[in-house]
C-alpha cells in the first residue's frame, strides 16, 4: 500500500456530514464536528 504521506497527497476535509454518519463517530470527534456545523463549517444533510 502506498505511503500517501511520502508523496504530499492528503485528502481534503470532509465538510458535508450526514445524520448517520455522525451517529457512528467517537464523542471528542462528534463534538468537534457539531461545533463546525454550529458555526457552519460544515454543512449537514440528511
Not at 492528503?10 to 455522525?22: A, N
Amino acid at each position: 500500500m502506498r505511503n500517501n504521506k511520502k508523496n504530499g497527497f492528503k485528502l481534503p476535509e470532509k465538510t458535508y456530514w450526514h445524520l448517520y454518519s455522525l451517529q457512528n463517530l467517537n464523542p471528542e470527534k462528534f463534538i468537534k464536528v457539531v461545533d463546525k456545523v454550529l458555526k457552519q463549517k460544515f454543512v449537514l444533510i440528511k
